[in-house]
């Protein structure tokens, strides 16, 4: 007999929100006062703040500083329950959404849906690199890369071969966008400070780090000054950046690319690979755009309506990385605003006397972007305002204080930042071997299962 599915006793409109990620976090709380029921589902139990993943993957911060628990984040919100699921299936025609979590399984019905399950790594068809070269959207990716940048320094120490130790020493970062630069600025910065005299048998700055990208500029969304200049600053913190650099092949050697300019192919011997070089939207979004007959783009975003509805479906939403509208980027803003934005609409879609525009298109506020470089430095672009340096680094830090969750996070980053800012100290480099081969060894381990499933049913 199908199970019947779930919705909150006592006959409210159920408003479900598949991601605790930054837009459907911000739309749950937006909703806080809304005569509605909120299911939020994710398949983490924490809110990401991912532009501070590089720090965890290198030992600034630790992970739970920018992971708080979500159920504890909705602790006051009456009207708010967290499911801690995945969501495996969603019916547009049944209004109903199945989640499943370690063999457990459930539907929900809805009455409004908002879909803000983000965006994973794209390998641009080449999903194989991913064994060798994690992207960086996880917990689980920067705590591998936290694991695999030590291991790499440890095993330097113990070799006695100087061929050996060059190619653990050599470090390669595929995407010059703001994560590529980041996680680069800070690699450079273990090396060449945190570093220091740490290890008796080599100098850990001998490091090598390349920045590898297919575009002609770092950090393209920031205009060609700004790019410039980060790839000055990291040029000077030793990094070797590459340009029109195409990669063609990642394993677990080397990284192969080919110069677009000189139409030539080059392998560099690298030990780390980190790969941050390219998006895809949630599988969700397909789901939803097939039965919605609407298009997704080469990168899985929706075509969605202004108003972030899909289709005819009225009481369906899309927003955040997902969305594919008037060319947004995919960044916190635009996810937070929508989160908002859509809150608005099902508020006035209640109120039977409002007079608000139920249909209201999604007017972005661009408040700008910016990005680390390395230590007291940075780059800021604000409409036509554009600064680097100390000031634009003590911009970052404050702009991202404020918008960590969590008083406890807040204060205990700003101490970890002013700790290393003092002084060589990193306080996270602890790593466990769960970190360092965790994902390569439950990945293998569902390849032998799969076989086994099959031939059971
Ligand atoms: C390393 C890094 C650095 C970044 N730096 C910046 C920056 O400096 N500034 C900036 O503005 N933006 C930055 N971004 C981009 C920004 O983080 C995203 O634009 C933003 O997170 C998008 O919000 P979202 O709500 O669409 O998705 P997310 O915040 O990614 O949330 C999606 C949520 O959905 C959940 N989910 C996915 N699939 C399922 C499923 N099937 N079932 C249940 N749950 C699911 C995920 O677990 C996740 O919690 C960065 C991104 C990365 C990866």
Redesign the pocket.
């Given at each position: 007999m199908a199970e019947t599915p779930f919705r909150p006793h006592g006959g409210r409109r159920h408003v479900v929100i598949?991601?605790?990620?930054?837009?459907?976090l911000t739309a749950a709380k937006k909703l806080k006062n809304a005569d509605v029921d909120v299911t939020i589902?994710?398949?983490?139990n924490h809110?990401?703040f991912?532009?501070m993943?590089?720090q965890v993957a290198t030992g600034m911060i630790s992970a739970g500083e920018i992971a708080p628990s979500t159920r504890q984040i909705l602790r006051d919100q009456d009207n708010a329950h967290f499911v801690n699921a995945?969501?495996t299936d969603i019916s547009l025609a049944d209004k109903t959404v199945s989640v499943e979590l370690a063999g457990s399984s459930r539907v929900y019905a809805y009455d409004t849906l908002i879909v803000?399950?983000?965006?994973g790594q794209s390998y641009f068809g080449n999903d194989h690199f991913a064994q060798f070269a994690p992207g960086?959207?996880t917990l689980d990716d920067a705590l591998e890369i936290r694991a695999s940048i030590i291991t790499a320094f440890e095993k330097a120490e113990i070799t006695d071969d100087p061929a050996e130790r060059e190619r653990l020493l050599t470090f390669v970062i595929v995407g010059a966008g703001?994560?590529g630069v980041e996680i680069t600025g800070q690699i450079a910065e273990l090396a060449k400070r945190s570093f220091t005299d740490a290890y008796s048998n080599f100098a850990p700055a001998s490091a090598k780090i390349y920045l590898l990208d297919g575009a002609p500029q770092v950090l393209p969304p920031f205009g060609k000054r700004l790019g410039r200049k980060a790839q000055r600053t990291l040029e000077k913190l030793g990094v070797d950046v590459r340009l029109n650099a195409m990669v063609t092949d990642v394993n677990a050697e080397s990284v192969s690319y080919k110069d677009m300019k000189s139409d030539t192919e080059h392998t560099i011997e690298a030990n780390v690979k980190i790969w941050s070089a390219g998006v895809a939207a949630?599988p969700?979004g397909k789901m939803v755009a097939e039965q919605a007959g609407v298009e997704v783009d080469r990168a899985g975003r929706v075509s969605v309506n202004e108003d972030l509805t899909v289709g005819t479906h009225e009481d369906v939403y899309i927003?955040?990385?997902?969305i594919n509208l008037n060319r947004l980027p995919?960044?916190?803003?635009?996810?937070m605003q929508g989160g908002e934005h859509v809150a608005k609409l099902i508020e006035a879609k209640l109120d039977e006397e409002s007079t608000a525009d139920e249909k209201k298109p999604f007017d972005y506020f661009d408040k700008g972007?910016?990005?680390t470089v390395s230590r007291f430095n940075a780059v800021v672009k604000m409409g036509k305002t554009e600064f680097s340096g100390f000031m634009a680094w003590v911009a970052w830090l404050g702009l991202h204080i404020t918008y960590l969750v969590g008083f406890h996070n807040r204060v205990a980053t700003a101490f970890n930042w002013i700790t290393n800012t003092f002084s060589q100290e990193r306080p996270h480099l602890e790593f466990t071997q769960q970190m360092r081969v965790g994902r390569n060894a439950i990945e293998t381990l569902e390849e032998l299962e799969a076989p086994a499933d099959a031939e059971e049913k």
């Open positions: 598949i991601g605790a990620g930054f837009g459907g589902i994710d398949k983490k809110h990401l991912q532009p993943l590089y995945e969501v803000a399950a983000g965006a960086m959207k703001p994560t949630s969700l927003i955040g990385d997902m995919g960044v916190a803003q635009v996810a972007s910016m990005a």
